[in-house]
């Protein structure tokens, strides 16, 4: 059995900013980088036989942290990046929730296949998601991966892991350089 081990990147400027990053190569601040650094020493046991990240400056400096320990090298792969949210990205949440109210009804969850001016849906997010573990359970048919991603791509892998509908992979997303472990391919229930 496969078991991959999934972890949000450590904290950025603008994430305590509260600014969409989506596909910006925003780099890790020093909590971020003390937050990677803490999660390399609970993981230090853990017998990984590959780590991946995604190519933003966030992720692969978080995966660089963790690798360490067990002296891997970081396999890149593009797809492991967070969604691309267009149009929004730079932008603070509160400035999104004001110029597109309809989207952000604190009381209905926002559609998967919602898509921000030039940016991909929840659903794509999931879908390529799906295909990099694939490839990535072709390569490595048992043991433990590290994979370092991003929030809302991580938080459609919980919400296959707890059966849960993507309609709600927004409020799932995991806090900074939080681990997810789970089996690949998932089971049914």
């Known amino acids: 059995m496969l078991k991959l081990w999934l972890v949000r990147h450590g904290q950025t400027d603008w994430n305590i900013q509260g600014r969409i990053q989506g596909q910006v190569d925003i780099p890790l601040n020093a909590t971020g980088r003390a937050q990677a650094e803490a999660l390399a020493c609970k993981l230090a046991d853990k017998p990984f036989v590959a780590v991946y990240s995604s ?31 267009g149009e929004w990205e730079g932008l603070t949440l509160n400035a999104v929730r004001e110029q597109h109210e309809a989207q952000f009804n604190p009381n209905a969850p926002i559609s998967p296949d919602f898509r921000p001016p030039l940016g991909e849906s929840v659903t794509e997010v999931a879908e390529r998601m799906q295909a990099v573990f694939n490839d990535i359970r072709e390569k490595h048919s048992t043991g433990a991966v590290l994979i370092v991603t991003h929030g809302l791509s991580a938080a459609t892998v919980a919400c296959w892991a707890s059966s849960v509908s993507l309609d709600l992979a927004r409020k799932m997303i995991p806090q900074n350089a939080e681990p997810l472990c789970v089996a690949w391919p998932l089971t049914e229930s």
């Open 55 to 85: 190519d933003l400056e966030r992720a692969r400096e978080t995966a660089e942290i963790l690798a360490a320990p067990h002296g891997l090298p970081v396999q890149i792969d593009p797809r492991l990046r967070e969604i691309n949210q």
